[in-house]
């Protein structure tokens, strides 16, 4: 075994409440009953009916009582649009589910020897990309190992290094040596069954007309016997220090052996029965063996050229590489650092290949997800069909109770986003996913900066670049379907400040997409293309659902409405939504009880998914982009800032003010609202932010702006009378203009002037 990174310590204690379940939950999803799609449907219908009734009986009725004054009229209408936008979502919620579940029960796994027979004749070559900054390198390893043991030929792991490459800190510039070490550790690792698999391969298929079936089948089998005994023991040398490392031993290393110890059973249990396999069905599982360990990596560091693009998002770092595919180039040494240029004697190869694999660097790939995402492209049908991918689910046995409540809401929009794909309304989701390289080329936007050519494909506009992309690629014609197996998995933040970091992110952005949103729907309708209104819909809650879900519930936390306008009826309308939702978490291993954690779960986030409208809002005013915010994934707990810390606490005395109010009002309807909120809310900040770190983000937050940081002294000769640098001068023509590309800001409307 190759030496590797040590391992920090465990940071994160086990709480009370965390989770004990470290089995993910099987890879097909269940087949659902006809009870269950019967009452999926039910509850659909129900909430349109009830949210109608309320508004007759309420609403309307309300007004032909008698005279009502401006200030009521308001309150109505208000009160009104609140309700129905807050129902539209939960009816977009059951829509989807409804569509997965219709998916599920309809899914046949394709069998393996109908893969290993289509990849006999089919191997279309794959690029995974894994974007990474500021990673931990024994987190990275496992994500690069994943990827670089699936069952696929011609594939290639790139590490898109986006570190500086030349850190002052010591830290950092050790954890970036080790990550620019991590393809060469994982390729000596492989060494030895690449080795034997590739020449057991070649042999057979020089002897394959002299082979005596029994006895190749006889060695076939000690050939997947030695692979599990191999990734069995590989397994056993694994750190074990949490529950992603248990997943990784026991689903990737494990499950991979489990699966090769079976077939050579199963080989070895035909040859005893003296059956005669196919020769070809043999030359498959040779394949098999060697195309399992015979995957190639390297590093790339977009930094360290001064001709590629170093804005700070992973969009970027990702077209930065696309870019540059299929071509050759040669280094050139500038004034402002090296830089590529074409050149078809270089020596810088940057392959092409027919599919992309965009994956996070916290992520981890079940073993045949490659095989089947692919196979699924290749099919005729789906020609068109752009991006796949299986959305993400949650690594079981979170040691805290905030990521095991995150991990639930993730597992729950597995399942949605699943649904979506039954009305052709999938969205990209940006941690894992197959892109069809051609469909790419079909969204490409180029512009000239510096002299230089910059690429995009992904678009960076805002920082669900994901999102955004889906839109491009529809707008020409492609389209985007979510594969229905759990075959990927992704960290979950294991505390309060990483999950602000990650939720504010993702809502940032919706708004600004959403005016592309109907410029798509407009154009797909004049090519003739049929759009429903569930797809329409469907899109239009992802895009948009956070930032009128946000505002509806500021106004029925703060605002006192009239307690005529409450009825049960608006309850009972939301009633199925929480039933579902509460089956689901049962469905996806979590108990029915946590909808009511979920809910104070989203109540204390309320400030933080507010806080990524605003940012929207802001950013189209102003029309500049705004950062992109890497999830920390630290040693120690995040520092929430202390504005999200005091939020919560305001929710919750607001909420008992407004009991008190209403209850000396005989508001009973409001006030029973406010002291449920008052008490979720309250049980939310106990246990997912915590009293303890509750004070201490506060006190930070309080202290400091007392502290300055101390920069080194500059001489006052050095900093007057700065040495000429020549070399930049003679290459730029201009002092002033001796910036190096890597240090500019991007300017779009400058970029598009060249």
Known sequence: MPSRQPKPARSHKRQWGAERRTQPLSSVHEKPSTRKIAFSRLAIVLTIVLWAIYVITTIIREFFDGAHGFQFTMQAISYLIVVTFLTFSALMYLLARQGALQRFSKHIRVPRAKLDSHFAIHQPSITVLVPSVSEEPHVVRKTLLSAALQEYPNMHVVLLIDDDPNPKNQKAADSLEACRLLGKEISKQLTEPRLRFTEALAVFEKNRAKIEGSKEIQKLAGHYHWAAHWLETTAKKEVIEDHVDIFFTEQVLGELAKELRLMGDALKASAQAGAKLPTERIHQLYRRLAWTFNATLETFERKQFASLSHEKNKAMNLNSYIGLMGNTYRKEQTPDGPVLIADKKGSVVIPDSDFLLTLDADSILLRDYCLRLVYLLEQPDNARVAVTQTPYSSFRGAGTRIERLAGATTDIQHILHQGVTFYNATFWVGANAVIRKKALSDIEETEWIGGFEIKRYIQDRTVIEDTESSIDLTLHGWSLVNYPERLSYSATPPDFGSLIVQRRRWANGGLLILPKLLTQIRERKLRGEHVSAAETFLRLNYMASIAWASFGLIFLLAYPYDGRLLSPFVVLAALPYFLAQASDLKYCGYKRSDIFRIYGFNLILLPVNLAGVLKSLQQALTGKKIPFARTPKVKNRTIAPMVYVIAPLLIVGF?????????????????????????????????????????????????????????????????????LDWQAVLYHGDAKQAVPLAARAYDPVMAKRG
């Open 655 to 723: 909420s008992v003010f407004t009991l008190w109010r209403d209850s000396l009002a005989g508001n009973w309807g409001n006030a029973a609202f406010a002291g449920f909120n008052a008490l979720v809310a309250s049980w939310a900040i106990v246990s997912y932010i915590g009293i303890g770190h509750t004070i201490t983000d506060t006190w930070r937050g309080l202290t400091n702006w007392l502290f300055v940081e101390v920069k080194p002294a500059t001489s006052a000769a050095n900093a007057n009378t700065p040495a």
